[in-house]
């Protein structure tokens, strides 16, 4: 068995590809009750070889549990690790999906690039502006609709105009409404 390293190993700067490793082995957990070495192979794309040498790679750093012709299992840390990749994924997937309408196989195949580069504050900022273009009624899924026809057209300054128009009639009918209910 691949034993777990002493505490502090993981802490060496881990690859990309160790990481994507990582977070394939967490996701192939959330839907398997073990995992295999063919496994892994199905869903990286590699040859079984090559699997079993990254997962001698992992286990140590203290990242895998590992027993030829076992199953696998992340250690604490490993699972920690393969988690918040999955977590980076996700948020910048839904950024270029939903948002940017970036088409789902390509935001796929760069939210596996970005998510190792961005700092923790850059991702938060990336979660924090979908939630407020979502949420926030000065933006919400109309915003969204302008800036895909940005993309689309080009500047259009009266197709801002005429937007600008809009609100402002919006805003008079709220303060409008506001007056007339009296607290």
């Not at 895998?64 to 999955?86: A, F, H, N, Q, S």
């Not at 900022?125 to 302008?146: H, N, T, V």
């Not at 259009?156 to 607290?183: A, L």
């Amino acid at each position: 068995m691949v034993a777990a390293a002493a505490p502090g190993k993981s802490k060496k700067k881990l690859t990309s590809v160790m990481e994507d490793y990582l977070e394939a082995i967490f996701n192939l957990g959330m839907k398997k009750k073990v995992v295999r070495v063919k496994d892994i192979a199905k869903e990286m794309d590699v040859k079984m070889p090559t699997v079993t040498s990254m997962l001698k790679n992992l286990g140590s750093k203290g990242l895998v549990d590992y027993e030829k012709y076992e199953y696998v299992e992340l250690t604490k840390e490993g699972r920690k690790i393969g988690k918040e990749m999955r977590h980076r994924h996700e948020v910048l997937f839904k950024f270029l999906s939903e948002i940017l309408n970036v088409d789902y196989k390509n935001a796929d195949k760069e939210a596996c690039k970005m998510e190792h580069t961005l700092s923790s504050e850059t991702l938060q900022a990336f979660a924090d502006f979908m939630d407020f273009i979502q949420k926030c009624p000065r933006s919400g899924e109309e915003w969204l609709d302008f800036f895909q026809e940005f993309r689309n057209h080009g500047c259009r300054p009266e197709k801002c105009r005429e937007r600008t128009g809009t609100i402002i009639c919006k805003i008079q009918d709220q303060v409008d409404t506001m007056s007339k209910v009296k607290p």
